[in-house]
Structure formats: C-alpha cells, structure tokens
C-alpha cells in the first residue's frame, strides 16, 4: 500500500469541536484533532493509548473482557445490534481448537453511511487496540481488516498504524509481555455492499466469490479457512477499550436514562440538511435533537420522512423524531436503526424516484444466489421505473407490495432482499398515494409474467 497518494478533499466530518469532547461523554471521539488529520503512535500513546491492552492482557482473562463487554451493553454497529459480548461468548475456543481469526467488517457501503470512515482516517490505532482486545477474548490468532476499496484514506492511515503498532511491539509475538500473539492485515475489497455481509465477506477473503454462506455453521464455529471466526464492526470494536479502562457499569451509564444499550453512537445526517456531518451521542438520543445539530432541513422546504441507518432502514415520519434512536425503540416502530446515519427527505423530493433510485442499487448490489433477490429486485426497478414515468398499471403496487413480501426476512440466504424491501414497504405504508399518482393504464395480463432475466 503505497503512502503517497494524493490526499482526498472530502472527509467524513466530525461536527464537534475539541473542546466539546471530553473522555467520559466521548470515548470514541475525544482524543481526535480538530484539524481532521490522524492521530497516529506518538500523540495516541500520550493520549492513554494502548493503556486497556496493557491492563487487560496482564490482568484479566480472555472470559472477563467478554463478561464485561455483556455488562456493558455494547450492541453491535455494523446495523443488526447483536451483543459483541453475547457473540463472544458463542465463539469456539480454548481446548485442543485451532485459534481462528477476528475479522473487523470495514466495508461500509450502507447508502448514506459514513461513521466507521471517520473512526478510520482519524483514530487508525483506536481500531487496531479494539481488535487487540476483541481477539484475546476471542482467542484469535490473527486479525484482518476488510475495508472497502474506495476508503483510500483510511487505508494509508490503517496501514501506517499497523506499522507502527508491530514496531512497538503492540501487534506480533508476546504482545506488551503478556504472552499473548496476535497480527493483523489490511485487505482491502473491490467495493461491493454484499462483501459487508458477513458470510460473503469471508468468502470474499479468502478468494472466492462472494456470496453469502448457508448459516449455520455460524462464523464463530467455522468461519474464515474453517476456523473459528468472529466478524465486528468497525465501531464496535472501538468501544471495547473504553470498556475495559473504565469499566462495564462506566459504559452502560453513558446513556443514562435514554437507553438499557450501552455507550456512545457516532450518528450522523445526510440529505436536505443544512449541516450533514458526524456527533458522537449517548445511545438512545432523540432524533429531533440530531436534526437540531444538523440545522434543521434546508431553507424552504419541510422534513416529509427520514431512514434511520441508511438505505436498508424503513421510512420514518417527523413524529418519529421524537424517539430515542436505539435498536429496541426504532425496532418497534417496524424500522431498524441500521448504521445510525440519518438520510432526511423533504416535501420536494419523490418518493417514487427516491426508491426507483435505491432499488436499483440494491438490484446491482444483489449477489445472484437467491430468486426473489436476482429476479425480484430488477422487477421492482422496473415497475418504480413505470410509476416514475407515469405510466404504471393498476395492480402495480400491489405487485410491488408482493415482491417485497417475497424479499422479506427469512425467505433469502441473507439479510440484503430484506433491507431492499423495508424502505419499499414503509414508502409505500406512508406515501402511498404519491405511487398511485403514477397510475395511468388498466393492467395488461401479459405484463403480469415475470419479466426475462437481465432485463433492466
Ligand atoms: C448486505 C449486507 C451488507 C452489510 N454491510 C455491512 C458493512 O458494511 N459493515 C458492517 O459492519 N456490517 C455490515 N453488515 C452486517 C454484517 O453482516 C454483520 O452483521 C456485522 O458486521 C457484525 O458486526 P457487529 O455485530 O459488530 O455489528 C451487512 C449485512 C448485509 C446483509
Ligand atoms: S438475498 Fe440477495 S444478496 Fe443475499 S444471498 Fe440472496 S441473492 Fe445474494
């Protein structure tokens, strides 16, 4: 990985200043610069780096930092919101098992996502003292991060760290006289949003296509080469030094009355907003204070709905900003908070072209393994693509309703028809009149068969 590519104008932007950042509010967060640039060996260790590593692999076991982790609520980032300490302690290990592999999902390809980028470009070590701690409790040998390949920033921040850390002896053998050992690798992908999935991104590692895996076995019986393998988030594995320094009660405290889930989450916006950007917030906080810290919707126009997490995220109504934003809460409201990061939309902008839009991402995006997926999801296309035109059938969204029930969960080899059918669905549960608008011809029964494949 070579260090002197040109450095990129765009950043993820962290929209609070130094001083608002202090250790107790912000552990993700407080040690990042106000000038955007990485925080690299010399200033991180000043900074308390690597203090949770020494201390834990020297005094506690493997089994107490998943203990602790449980306590302290850490649900994972990456959209799903497992426990990370629940899922540890899922993981085979000790005995005469082989010592498998910790996996840091660093795909981030979620539409309107970019939180695990910011952890990345700005704070590389913050995520390499994660994984230290994410595989002693794993038992893992080695560790690889699976960025996505556009991430060039953090790539030249992450390899650079990475460097560093093995030079002062916090990655490789008997790591700070622990008798611990344990590596990691930067790998970085060809930028596809099915390889963030779990299975397919395994096989993506190592070589093969990437479709998603028949589960089980699970990633944490027969993961990456057949060994043991746990895969986290990029953020979820951040919180875990925070934990270990200041304690599991410390952690789970931070969202006080909001939340039972435990810690900080970077959210962000996007969209109509006149300041999209990142804040580091006690889970649970209330949508409308997040809009309040993006400036509200852009001059002239007014909030008509909003995705929690990203594109794999049901619409929501600007009443339901009123809701603390974790996973049990958006959860009821038959949304997900997926990544966090809010894409606001406005009364000016189409429902109909917005989904046209995302659907067809997910069409692209489909790994071909499963019919109402690789069939499914062009059809879809198609049909918005005829709403949008105003020249769509009676019967249409109907029909667009029955594709997205086939795409519903449990019926496909993962999770991405899933997240391709919730914004339909909860687009047209809202707006449903706004399709209708897009209804011009009595339905012609040829147009009722399933359209040839490739097609759109
Ligand atoms: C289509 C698809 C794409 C995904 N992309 C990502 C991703 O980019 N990053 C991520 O952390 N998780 C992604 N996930 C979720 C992962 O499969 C997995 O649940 C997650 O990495 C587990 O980490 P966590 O428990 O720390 O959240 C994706 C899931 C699906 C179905
Ligand atoms: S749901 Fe789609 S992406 Fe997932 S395995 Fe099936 S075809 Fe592939």
Known sequence: MSRDLPRLRYHSQLRQSAHERREETHPLTWRMRDDGQPVFLEEYSKKDGYAAVKHVLNELSGKDVIEQMKT??????????????????????????????????????????????????????????????????????????????????????????????????????????????????????????????????????EGKRANPRAKPPFPGQSGAWGKPTVVNNVETLCNTPAVMRHGAEWFQGISGDLSDDGGTKLYGVSGRVKRTGLWELPIGTPGEEIMDLA?????????????????????????????????????KEGSRLGTGLLTVVTDQQSMVSLMRNLEAFFARESCGWCTPCRDGLPWTVKILQALERGEGEEGDIELLEKLADDQGPGKTFCAHAPGAAMPLSSAIKYFRDEFEAGVSHPRREAHADPIPVGEV
Not at 321 to 330: N, V, Y
């Open 72 to 205: 302290a609520n850490v649900r994972g980032r990456g959209g799903a919101g497992f426990s990370a300490g629940v899922k540890w302690s899922l993981t085979m290990q000790g005995g005469d098992l082989p010592r498998g592999y910790l996996v840091c999902n660093a795909d981030e390809m979620e539409p309107g996502t970019f939180k695990d980028r910011l952890i990345m470009e700005q704070m590389p070590h913050l995520l390499i003292e994660g994984m230290i701690l994410g595989a002693y409790a794993n038992n893992s040998r080695f560790g690889y991060i699976f960025l996505r390949g556009e991430y060039v920033e953090s790539a030249r921040a992450l390899q650079r760290a990475i460097e560093e850390a093995r030079a002062a002896g916090w990655l490789g053998d008997n790591i700070a006289g622990s008798g611990f050992d344990f590596d990691i690798a930067l790998h970085t992908g060809a930028g596809r949003y099915i390889c963030g999935e779990e299975t397919a991104l395994i096989n993506s590692l």
């Open 295 to 331: 400036g509200g919707v852009v001059e002239g126009q007014s909030l008509k709905a909003w995705l929690p997490g990203g594109g794999s995220t049901g619409f929501l109504l600007p009443e339901h900003l009123k809701l603390g934003l974790d996973f049990d809460t958006i959860g």
